[in-house]
């Protein structure tokens, strides 16, 4: 019989990506899954940037490179967080994953011993739930609301749990419910974290996802003591299939994920990373940006419209200002989870909210994402769950 390390008896194959499968059928309605629009994607420009690395850095581009990534490319970042985020950070401070999924990996790997406590929103991201399990840890999820983690539940884990490592957040455009942190309470989060000397791991995918609102500013901005822990991607703001993502920190944090990276991959890809740093030189990413929000925006205000007509009474939802994600609160009564097989038989797929619950809770909850379907079928299927919902009150 084949003997495989305890930490596999925690994990299992992502209930998303299970689910994912079985939603296959190009007729279903798919709110499930959190795939940038493949029609957006730059692909004349992508092939063009693709070809100058070949014409001008074909042999060192297929290569291996440094594990730290590609300089041209971090110095641009580090720009880039700067000018959009006001962090000021160098090139030296960033070090190029495959993607941020790569960064929470990697979280878990330096900082969790087994039994080790790690502080998180309840929800929180499914993958990142899933990345830490691997180091067979204590999570303490922290409950939230409209503005952001609850301070006094915060402080209150932190006074009742010894080895806390470090508190895994999505400030902005959560995933799951879409939600963005208001300053005060980022405000209030960092002294407690501060004071505590505690890491904060501070993922943030969808922040330059914005269709209304006032930015925020990052807890990277609030970090006197240098805790945290800032993951950045190109996966939603130019394509996830470059698989790049970063991790910007302080020298002795970072110099651990230098040493998990070098152990575990070595590096991000050189080409990717040179294909995306040719992008950048060519053709202005704002510009990309800038044509994939309006179309974003579009299809999110449909399905606000769609659940404002169908989602019956009782039901919450998240009206989020940007990122890919809405989020539904039916009354208690409502099992999305259990309500889920009948809605993929009608025709839609979404993701009932419980898996992102680390400690369970969340049954009458689930993630409809708004960034893959066209705005006809966006309807439709609201229409459906609404129509499912409203069976079982
Ligand atoms: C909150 C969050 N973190 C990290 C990731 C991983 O992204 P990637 O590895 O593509 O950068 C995702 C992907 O959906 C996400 O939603």
């Known amino acids: 019989m084949l003997k495989f390390a305890s930490r596999m008896d925690n994990m299992s194959a992502s209930e998303i990506r299970e689910l994912l499968k079985s939603a296959s059928d190009p007729q279903i309605i798919k709110f499930s899954g959190g795939f940038p629009a493949p ?22 581009a297929l290569q291996y490179s440094s594990t730290d990534g590609y300089l041209p490319l971090r110095e641009k970042l580090a720009k880039r967080m700067f000018d959009k985020q006001q962090i000021k950070t160098d090139a030296e401070h960033i070090l190029m994953t495959a993607g941020s999924q790569m960064g929470l990996d990697f979280s878990g790997r330096v900082f969790l011993n087994e039994g080790d406590v790690v502080l998180l929103e309840a929800p929180s991201y499914l993958g990142a739930i899933n990345a830490f399990k691997a180091n067979q ?59 505590a000397e505690i890491p904060v791991v501070e993922d943030n995918p969808y922040g330059e996802l914005r269709f209304e ?11 006197p003591k240098g805790l945290v822990i800032y993951l950045g991607t190109m ?4 394509a996830p299939g470059q698989r790049l993502g970063w991790v910007c920190a302080e020298d002795e944090i970072l110099e651990k994920y230098n040493i998990m990276e070098q152990a575990s991959a070595l590096q991000a890809s050189t080409i990717s990373q040179m294909e995306v740093n040719a992008f950048m030189d060519m053709y202005n990413l704002d510009d990309h940006i800038k044509k994939i929000l309006p179309a974003y925006d579009s299809r ?17 939802f998240t009206r ?55 705005e006809e079928r966006i309807e439709e299927g609201i229409k459906i769950i609404g129509d499912a919902i409203k069976e079982v009150l």
């Open 137 to 195: 840890p204590k999570f303490v999820a922290i409950p939230t609301d409209d503005e952001g983690m609850l301070i006094d539940e915060l402080k209150k884990a932190i006074e009742e749990n010894d080895n806390i490592k470090f508190c895994y957040v999505i400030p902005d455009f959560q995933n799951p419910t879409g939600k963005v942190w208001s300053l005060e309470r980022r405000k209030q989060f960092m002294e407690v974290m501060t004071d």
């Open 320 to 374: 989020s200002e940007g990122g890919l994600f809405t989020w539904i609160e039916a009354p208690e009564s409502v099992d999305m989870k259990a309500l889920q097989p009948e809605c993929i038989k009608r025709g839609v797929a979404y993701v009932p909210g419980a898996p992102f619950f680390p400690n369970g809770g969340g049954l009458n909850t689930a993630r409809l994402n708004y960034s893959a379907e066209p």
């Open 300 to 316: 999110r205000k449909c399905m606000i419209a769609a659940m404002e007509k169908y989602l019956p009474e009782g039901c919450k």
């Open 213 to 223: 609102g006032t930015p925020q500013p990052s807890l990277k901005t609030m970090d």
């Open 39 to 60: 029609e957006l994607f730059p692909v004349k420009e992508m092939k063009e940037a693709s070809m100058k690395v070949f014409d001008e850095l074909g042999s060192t």
């Open 235 to 238: 996966s939603k703001i130019l």
